[in-house]
């Protein structure tokens, strides 16, 4: 854990325990989930949100959950992060499998950002 503590990070990050274990950064005024280096997931403002593209988003969708959306000095910006649907917060079970759909698509998008740098 991050020297900051916050008392919902630590509370996510042990109901992920039993899925992996799981790492919080500080970053822009909220905190970066990690397992083994890779983001999946991020809080801000005490709510979690889960990494997320086209092969998975549709399960964050029809779960009724929200794009994590900030605005910018000239824009609003939609991430590729969705709010964690309201049961994985109270089981472990249902936190483990939101978290391997996350992880899923971050390893995802590492996969495409090395092919990317290879093609140049």
């Excluded at 997931?41 to 709510?47: C, N, S």
């Amino acid at each position: 854990m991050s020297s900051a503590r916050n008392e919902f990070v630590d509370y996510v990050a042990e109901l992920m325990i039993a899925w992996a274990p799981v790492s919080a950064r500080r970053m822009f005024g909220g905190h970066g989930l990690y397992r083994e280096g890779l983001m999946f997931a991020l809080i801000v403002d005490d709510e979690l949100f889960f990494k997320t593209d086209r092969d998975n988003v549709t399960q964050f969708e029809r779960a009724g959950s929200h794009p994590f959306v900030y605005v910018s000095q000239s824009r609003t910006v939609q991430m590729s992060y969705w709010s964690a649907p309201e049961g994985s917060l109270e089981s472990t079970a249902e936190m483990s499998d939101w978290c391997q759909s996350a992880y899923g698509a971050a390893l995802r998008a590492q996969a495409g950002k090395a092919s990317k740098g290879k093609r140049k």
